[in-house]
Protein backbone atom coordinates (compact mmCIF):
# COMPACT_ATOMS: atom_id res chain seq x y z
CA UNK A 1 0.00 0.00 0.00
CA UNK A 2 1.47 3.60 -0.69
CA UNK A 3 3.08 5.55 2.29
CA UNK A 4 1.11 8.17 1.87
CA UNK A 5 -2.73 9.14 0.21
CA UNK A 6 -2.08 9.21 -3.57
CA UNK A 7 -2.28 12.55 -5.02
CA UNK A 8 -5.34 12.95 -8.55
CA UNK A 9 -2.06 12.38 -10.58
CA UNK A 10 -0.99 9.16 -8.95
CA UNK A 11 -4.12 8.14 -9.11
CA UNK A 12 -4.56 8.86 -13.08
CA UNK A 13 -1.44 7.24 -13.32
CA UNK A 14 -1.89 3.75 -10.98
CA UNK A 15 -4.83 2.83 -12.70
CA UNK A 16 -3.67 3.14 -16.08
CA UNK A 17 -0.97 1.42 -15.31
CA UNK A 18 -2.94 -1.31 -13.96
CA UNK A 19 -5.04 -1.63 -16.80
CA UNK A 20 -2.35 -1.75 -19.34
CA UNK A 21 -1.16 -4.70 -16.84
CA UNK A 22 -4.69 -6.32 -17.11
CA UNK A 23 -4.45 -6.15 -21.17
CA UNK A 24 -0.80 -7.52 -20.68
CA UNK A 25 -2.26 -10.24 -18.83
CA UNK A 26 -4.92 -10.96 -21.37
CA UNK A 27 -2.79 -11.14 -24.28
CA UNK A 28 -4.37 -8.17 -26.03
CA UNK A 29 -2.08 -4.46 -27.29
CA UNK A 30 -1.86 -1.94 -24.53
CA UNK A 31 -2.53 0.56 -26.89
CA UNK A 32 -3.57 3.71 -26.03
CA UNK A 33 -5.86 4.60 -22.75
CA UNK A 34 -7.81 7.26 -22.78
CA UNK A 35 -10.51 8.84 -20.04
CA UNK A 36 -12.81 7.72 -22.65
CA UNK A 37 -11.80 4.13 -23.52
CA UNK A 38 -14.83 2.00 -22.34
CA UNK A 39 -13.68 -0.65 -20.78
CA UNK A 40 -16.03 -3.15 -22.24
CA UNK A 41 -16.45 -2.03 -25.86
CA UNK A 42 -12.94 -0.89 -26.31
CA UNK A 43 -10.73 -2.62 -23.80
CA UNK A 44 -12.59 -5.85 -23.59
CA UNK A 45 -12.74 -6.18 -20.18
CA UNK A 46 -15.25 -8.65 -18.26
CA UNK A 47 -16.92 -7.78 -15.20
CA UNK A 48 -13.88 -10.05 -13.55
CA UNK A 49 -11.40 -8.21 -15.01
CA UNK A 50 -12.91 -4.92 -13.26
CA UNK A 51 -12.98 -7.28 -9.71
CA UNK A 52 -9.38 -7.83 -9.97
CA UNK A 53 -8.50 -4.24 -11.69
CA UNK A 54 -10.47 -3.08 -7.91
CA UNK A 55 -8.79 -5.50 -5.71
CA UNK A 56 -5.61 -4.56 -6.60
CA UNK A 57 -6.39 -0.94 -6.38
CA UNK A 58 -7.07 -1.66 -3.10
CA UNK A 59 -4.09 -2.80 -2.13
CA UNK A 60 -2.28 0.06 -3.43
CA UNK A 61 -4.06 2.94 -1.80
CA UNK A 62 -6.26 1.37 0.41
CA UNK A 63 -9.43 2.77 -1.39
CA UNK A 64 -12.28 1.13 -2.52
CA UNK A 65 -15.11 3.27 -3.62
CA UNK A 66 -17.27 0.47 -4.81
CA UNK A 67 -17.59 -0.49 -1.11
CA UNK A 68 -20.39 1.93 -0.64
CA UNK A 69 -20.81 4.91 -2.75
CA UNK A 70 -20.45 3.89 -6.87
CA UNK A 71 -21.93 0.43 -8.46
CA UNK A 72 -19.00 -1.03 -10.43
CA UNK A 73 -21.60 -1.66 -13.02
CA UNK A 74 -22.29 2.02 -13.21
CA UNK A 75 -18.56 2.38 -14.52
CA UNK A 76 -18.21 2.25 -18.36
CA UNK A 77 -14.95 4.42 -18.92
CA UNK A 78 -11.56 4.59 -17.69
CA UNK A 79 -12.04 8.48 -16.80
CA UNK A 80 -15.37 6.73 -14.57
CA UNK A 81 -12.61 4.53 -12.40
CA UNK A 82 -10.49 7.55 -12.18
CA UNK A 83 -13.37 10.25 -10.52
CA UNK A 84 -14.75 7.30 -8.78
CA UNK A 85 -11.01 6.72 -6.90
CA UNK A 86 -10.69 11.06 -7.19
CA UNK A 87 -13.84 11.80 -5.35
CA UNK A 88 -14.58 8.55 -2.89
CA UNK A 89 -13.61 10.92 0.15
CA UNK A 90 -17.51 12.21 -0.72
CA UNK A 91 -18.54 15.05 -2.55
CA UNK A 92 -17.27 18.76 -2.15
CA UNK A 93 -18.03 20.87 0.75
CA UNK A 94 -20.38 22.87 -1.42
CA UNK A 95 -22.19 19.93 -1.96
CA UNK A 96 -21.41 19.66 -5.55
CA UNK A 97 -19.22 17.74 -7.86
CA UNK A 98 -16.31 19.15 -9.70
CA UNK A 99 -16.09 16.15 -11.89
CA UNK A 100 -19.00 15.89 -14.99
CA UNK A 101 -17.65 12.34 -15.18
CA UNK A 102 -18.43 11.28 -11.49
CA UNK A 103 -22.20 13.14 -11.77
CA UNK A 104 -22.76 10.98 -14.38
CA UNK A 105 -21.38 7.77 -12.77
CA UNK A 106 -23.46 8.72 -9.28
CA UNK A 107 -26.72 9.51 -11.59
CA UNK A 108 -26.30 5.82 -13.39
CA UNK A 109 -25.93 4.32 -10.00
CA UNK A 110 -29.16 6.01 -8.80
CA UNK A 111 -30.68 5.05 -12.00
CA UNK A 112 -29.96 1.34 -11.62
CA UNK A 113 -31.23 1.24 -7.85
CA UNK A 114 -34.64 3.10 -8.32
CA UNK A 115 -35.04 0.38 -11.52
CA UNK A 116 -33.38 -2.68 -9.62
CA UNK A 117 -36.32 -1.62 -6.58
CA UNK A 118 -39.21 -1.80 -9.06
CA UNK A 119 -38.38 -4.97 -10.80
CA UNK A 120 -39.98 -7.26 -8.78
CA UNK A 121 -38.37 -9.89 -10.52
CA UNK A 122 -36.78 -13.04 -9.18
CA UNK B 1 -10.44 -43.11 7.99
CA UNK B 2 -10.14 -39.25 7.29
CA UNK B 3 -9.12 -37.86 4.57
CA UNK B 4 -5.87 -35.76 4.40
CA UNK B 5 -6.59 -32.09 3.84
CA UNK B 6 -3.42 -31.55 2.16
CA UNK B 7 -3.46 -35.07 -0.09
CA UNK B 8 0.20 -35.17 0.23
CA UNK B 9 0.41 -38.83 2.24
CA UNK B 10 2.93 -39.96 -0.33
CA UNK B 11 4.47 -37.02 -0.46
CA UNK B 12 7.38 -35.02 1.75
CA UNK B 13 5.26 -32.06 3.34
CA UNK B 14 5.87 -29.08 1.63
CA UNK B 15 7.76 -26.17 4.12
CA UNK B 16 4.96 -24.38 6.30
CA UNK B 17 6.02 -21.16 3.43
CA UNK B 18 4.73 -23.29 0.28
CA UNK B 19 1.82 -24.77 2.17
CA UNK B 20 -1.84 -23.04 0.86
CA UNK B 21 -3.71 -21.39 2.94
CA UNK B 22 -6.40 -21.49 4.78
CA UNK B 23 -9.55 -19.20 6.38
CA UNK B 24 -12.00 -20.91 8.59
CA UNK B 25 -14.59 -18.39 10.57
CA UNK B 26 -15.64 -19.48 14.25
CA UNK B 27 -12.18 -21.65 14.55
CA UNK B 28 -12.57 -22.06 18.73
CA UNK B 29 -14.69 -24.63 19.35
CA UNK B 30 -16.94 -27.13 17.81
CA UNK B 31 -16.76 -28.21 14.25
CA UNK B 32 -14.72 -25.15 13.53
CA UNK B 33 -12.23 -26.11 16.18
CA UNK B 34 -11.90 -29.69 14.17
CA UNK B 35 -11.79 -27.60 10.97
CA UNK B 36 -9.22 -26.11 12.10
CA UNK B 37 -6.96 -28.85 13.35
CA UNK B 38 -7.48 -30.71 10.32
CA UNK B 39 -6.66 -28.04 8.13
CA UNK B 40 -3.48 -27.81 9.50
CA UNK B 41 -2.54 -31.01 8.39
CA UNK B 42 -0.90 -29.15 5.28
CA UNK B 43 -2.26 -25.79 5.21
CA UNK B 44 -1.38 -22.49 6.90
CA UNK B 45 -4.98 -21.52 8.98
CA UNK B 46 -5.86 -18.30 9.91
CA UNK B 47 -9.24 -17.90 12.43
CA UNK B 48 -10.91 -15.84 14.44
CA UNK B 49 -14.09 -15.88 16.96
CA UNK B 50 -14.78 -13.62 19.52
CA UNK B 51 -13.15 -15.40 22.10
CA UNK B 52 -10.90 -17.95 22.33
CA UNK B 53 -10.30 -21.32 23.49
CA UNK B 54 -8.18 -23.62 25.69
CA UNK B 55 -8.29 -26.30 23.06
CA UNK B 56 -7.85 -23.47 19.91
CA UNK B 57 -4.86 -22.39 22.07
CA UNK B 58 -3.42 -25.33 22.90
CA UNK B 59 -3.71 -26.52 18.88
CA UNK B 60 -1.94 -23.31 18.48
CA UNK B 61 0.37 -23.80 20.40
CA UNK B 62 1.24 -27.15 19.10
CA UNK B 63 1.71 -25.60 15.30
CA UNK B 64 4.56 -24.83 13.42
CA UNK B 65 5.27 -21.25 13.34
CA UNK B 66 3.77 -19.25 11.29
CA UNK B 67 0.96 -21.91 10.09
CA UNK B 68 -1.76 -20.70 12.48
CA UNK B 69 -3.19 -16.88 13.09
CA UNK B 70 -6.31 -16.29 15.75
CA UNK B 71 -7.37 -13.10 16.09
CA UNK B 72 -10.67 -11.90 18.37
CA UNK B 73 -13.14 -10.00 16.30
CA UNK B 74 -16.63 -9.75 15.66
CA UNK B 75 -17.88 -12.05 12.05
CA UNK B 76 -20.60 -9.44 11.77
CA UNK B 77 -18.38 -6.46 11.71
CA UNK B 78 -17.78 -5.61 8.22
CA UNK B 79 -14.65 -3.88 8.67
CA UNK B 80 -12.70 -5.96 11.04
CA UNK B 81 -13.48 -9.19 8.86
CA UNK B 82 -11.84 -7.25 6.31
CA UNK B 83 -8.91 -6.25 8.28
CA UNK B 84 -7.99 -9.78 9.44
CA UNK B 85 -8.63 -10.85 5.48
CA UNK B 86 -5.72 -8.03 4.49
CA UNK B 87 -3.70 -9.18 7.41
CA UNK B 88 -3.56 -12.68 5.90
CA UNK B 89 -2.76 -11.88 2.71
CA UNK B 90 -0.23 -9.52 3.75
CA UNK B 91 1.21 -11.70 5.79
CA UNK B 92 1.44 -15.06 4.10
CA UNK B 93 0.73 -13.65 0.83
CA UNK B 94 -2.15 -16.05 -0.74
CA UNK B 95 -5.72 -17.14 0.10
CA UNK B 96 -6.23 -20.86 -1.42
CA UNK B 97 -9.48 -21.81 0.73
CA UNK B 98 -12.43 -20.09 3.28
CA UNK B 99 -14.79 -22.38 5.38
CA UNK B 100 -17.59 -20.43 6.23
CA UNK B 101 -18.11 -22.05 9.23
CA UNK B 102 -18.96 -19.20 11.76
CA UNK B 103 -23.23 -19.30 12.54
CA UNK B 104 -25.15 -18.70 15.09
CA UNK B 105 -28.50 -20.33 15.92
CA UNK B 106 -31.62 -19.14 18.22
CA UNK B 107 -34.97 -21.50 18.44
CA UNK B 108 -38.66 -20.62 18.43
CA UNK B 109 -41.60 -20.41 16.96
CA UNK B 110 -41.22 -17.31 14.36
CA UNK B 111 -44.11 -15.09 15.76
CA UNK B 112 -42.26 -15.35 19.32
CA UNK B 113 -38.73 -14.54 18.06
CA UNK B 114 -37.23 -10.79 19.40
CA UNK B 115 -36.33 -8.50 16.11
CA UNK B 116 -32.79 -8.92 17.65
CA UNK B 117 -32.58 -12.71 17.28
CA UNK B 118 -33.97 -12.42 13.61
CA UNK B 119 -31.25 -9.57 12.67
CA UNK B 120 -28.54 -11.27 14.36
CA UNK B 121 -28.98 -14.39 12.86
CA UNK B 122 -29.38 -13.35 9.09
CA UNK B 123 -26.26 -10.88 10.23
CA UNK B 124 -23.82 -13.50 10.93
CA UNK B 125 -24.90 -16.71 9.40
CA UNK B 126 -25.65 -14.58 5.91
CA UNK B 127 -24.35 -11.46 5.60
CA UNK B 128 -21.04 -12.22 7.27
CA UNK B 129 -20.68 -15.09 5.37
CA UNK B 130 -20.97 -12.99 1.99
CA UNK B 131 -19.26 -10.58 2.30
CA UNK B 132 -15.95 -12.68 3.81
CA UNK B 133 -16.30 -14.49 0.45
CA UNK B 134 -16.29 -10.45 -0.82
CA UNK B 135 -12.91 -10.13 0.58
CA UNK B 136 -11.48 -13.57 0.04
CA UNK B 137 -12.40 -13.99 -3.62
CA UNK B 138 -10.55 -10.34 -4.52
CA UNK B 139 -7.28 -12.06 -2.99
CA UNK B 140 -7.51 -15.28 -4.80
CA UNK B 141 -8.94 -13.02 -8.17
CA UNK B 142 -5.15 -10.93 -7.51
CA UNK B 143 -3.18 -14.67 -7.13
CA UNK B 144 -3.86 -15.47 -10.61
CA UNK B 145 -7.52 -17.15 -9.53
CA UNK B 146 -7.96 -21.01 -8.10
CA UNK B 147 -9.16 -21.54 -4.90
CA UNK B 148 -12.15 -22.58 -2.85
CA UNK B 149 -15.00 -21.90 -0.94
CA UNK B 150 -17.04 -24.29 1.40
CA UNK B 151 -20.47 -22.31 2.99
CA UNK B 152 -21.42 -24.58 6.07
CA UNK B 153 -25.13 -24.98 5.67
CA UNK B 154 -27.54 -27.15 7.34
CA UNK B 155 -29.97 -29.96 6.74
CA UNK B 156 -32.66 -27.19 7.69
CA UNK B 157 -32.23 -25.41 4.31
CA UNK B 158 -32.96 -28.83 2.70
CA UNK B 159 -35.83 -29.37 4.55
CA UNK B 160 -38.55 -27.77 7.03
CA UNK B 161 -38.38 -27.70 10.87
CA UNK B 162 -40.09 -26.44 13.22
CA UNK B 163 -38.75 -23.84 15.41
CA UNK B 164 -35.74 -22.68 13.19
CA UNK B 165 -37.50 -21.08 10.33
CA UNK B 166 -35.28 -17.60 10.51
CA UNK B 167 -32.04 -20.29 10.60
CA UNK B 168 -33.27 -22.39 8.16
CA UNK B 169 -34.18 -19.29 5.45
CA UNK B 170 -30.05 -17.86 5.88
CA UNK B 171 -29.09 -21.66 5.59
CA UNK B 172 -31.50 -21.69 2.28
CA UNK B 173 -30.09 -18.27 1.14
CA UNK B 174 -26.53 -19.58 1.63
CA UNK B 175 -27.13 -22.69 -0.09
CA UNK B 176 -28.51 -20.17 -3.32
CA UNK B 177 -25.49 -18.31 -2.98
CA UNK B 178 -23.02 -20.95 -3.12
CA UNK B 179 -24.53 -21.91 -6.56
CA UNK B 180 -24.22 -18.80 -8.25
CA UNK B 181 -21.15 -17.72 -7.16
CA UNK B 182 -20.07 -21.03 -8.53
CA UNK B 183 -21.34 -19.68 -11.87
CA UNK B 184 -19.63 -16.46 -11.46
CA UNK B 185 -15.84 -17.86 -10.64
CA UNK B 186 -15.68 -20.80 -12.17
CA UNK B 187 -13.89 -19.17 -15.57
CA UNK B 188 -11.12 -18.67 -12.35
CA UNK B 189 -10.82 -21.99 -11.20
CA UNK B 190 -12.42 -20.83 -7.54
CA UNK B 191 -14.83 -23.10 -6.49
CA UNK B 192 -17.90 -22.76 -4.10
CA UNK B 193 -19.45 -25.84 -2.40
CA UNK B 194 -21.99 -26.11 0.58
CA UNK B 195 -21.71 -28.92 3.33
CA UNK B 196 -25.36 -29.37 4.54
CA UNK B 197 -24.68 -31.52 7.69
CA UNK B 198 -27.08 -33.30 9.67
CA UNK B 199 -27.29 -33.24 13.36
CA UNK B 200 -24.10 -34.10 15.01
CA UNK B 201 -23.07 -34.52 18.46
CA UNK B 202 -21.64 -30.53 19.45
CA UNK B 203 -23.25 -27.81 21.38
CA UNK B 204 -25.97 -26.99 19.26
CA UNK B 205 -27.57 -30.73 19.93
CA UNK B 206 -26.65 -30.73 23.75
CA UNK B 207 -30.12 -28.59 23.73
CA UNK B 208 -32.15 -31.52 23.07
CA UNK B 209 -33.70 -34.37 25.00
CA UNK B 210 -32.35 -38.34 24.78
CA UNK B 211 -35.80 -38.74 23.64
CA UNK B 212 -35.57 -35.87 20.55
CA UNK B 213 -32.04 -37.47 19.64
CA UNK B 214 -34.09 -41.37 19.27
CA UNK B 215 -35.97 -40.00 17.42
CA UNK B 216 -33.36 -38.37 15.01
CA UNK B 217 -31.34 -41.09 14.59
CA UNK B 218 -34.62 -43.31 13.82
CA UNK B 219 -35.32 -41.13 11.16
CA UNK B 220 -32.05 -41.59 10.14
CA UNK B 221 -30.98 -44.46 7.62
CA UNK B 222 -27.58 -45.05 8.82
CA UNK B 223 -29.18 -44.96 12.38
CA UNK B 224 -26.71 -42.57 14.13
CA UNK B 225 -25.99 -39.11 14.72
CA UNK B 226 -23.20 -37.86 12.58
CA UNK B 227 -19.74 -37.18 13.69
CA UNK B 228 -17.50 -33.46 13.76
CA UNK B 229 -15.40 -36.16 11.54
CA UNK B 230 -17.89 -37.25 9.28
CA UNK B 231 -18.56 -33.34 8.33
CA UNK B 232 -15.15 -32.47 8.32
CA UNK B 233 -13.98 -35.54 5.95
CA UNK B 234 -16.42 -33.74 3.65
CA UNK B 235 -15.25 -30.44 3.89
CA UNK B 236 -11.49 -31.34 3.71
CA UNK B 237 -12.59 -33.31 0.02
CA UNK B 238 -13.78 -30.37 -0.90
CA UNK B 239 -11.25 -28.18 -0.47
CA UNK B 240 -8.88 -30.57 -2.14
CA UNK B 241 -7.58 -32.02 -5.26
CA UNK B 242 -9.75 -34.63 -5.39
CA UNK B 243 -12.80 -32.68 -5.49
CA UNK B 244 -11.34 -30.40 -8.73
CA UNK B 245 -14.14 -30.99 -10.89
CA UNK B 246 -17.22 -30.13 -8.25
CA UNK B 247 -18.50 -26.52 -8.00
CA UNK B 248 -21.91 -24.87 -6.76
CA UNK B 249 -22.93 -28.00 -5.20
CA UNK B 250 -24.19 -28.77 -1.75
CA UNK B 251 -23.36 -31.81 -0.08
CA UNK B 252 -25.87 -33.27 2.56
CA UNK B 253 -23.80 -35.45 5.60
CA UNK B 254 -26.47 -36.23 7.27
CA UNK B 255 -26.39 -40.11 7.08
CA UNK B 256 -29.71 -40.23 4.56
CA UNK B 257 -32.06 -37.93 6.90
CA UNK B 258 -33.00 -35.88 3.68
CA UNK B 259 -32.70 -38.21 1.06
Avoid at chain 1, 106 to 113: D, E, F, I, L, V
Avoid at chain 2, 179 to 185: D, G, H, P, T, V
Wanted: charged content about 20%; proline content about 5%; overall charge negative.
Amino acid sequence: MLETAPDQVDLEKLVHSELRRLLVERDRPPGVIEASSRLGLDLGFESLDLALLVARLEVATGLDPFAEDVAITSIRTVGDVVSAYRHMGGPPADGGYEDEDLLAVQRRTRARGIQASGDGSG
Amino acid sequence: MAISASETAARPAPPPSAQPVAIISGGSRGLGLALVERFLEGHRVATFSRSRSDELDALIADAPPETALWRSLNHADPSATSGFIREVFSRWGRIDVLVNNAGVAADGVLPLMRFAEIDQMISVNLTASVWLAHQCTRMMLMQGGGGSIVNISSVNALRGHRGVSVYSATKAALDGFTRSLAKELGEKNIRVNAVAPGYFESQMVNHLGQDAKARIIRRTPLRRLATVDDVVNVVSFLCSPAASFITGETIAVDGGLTC
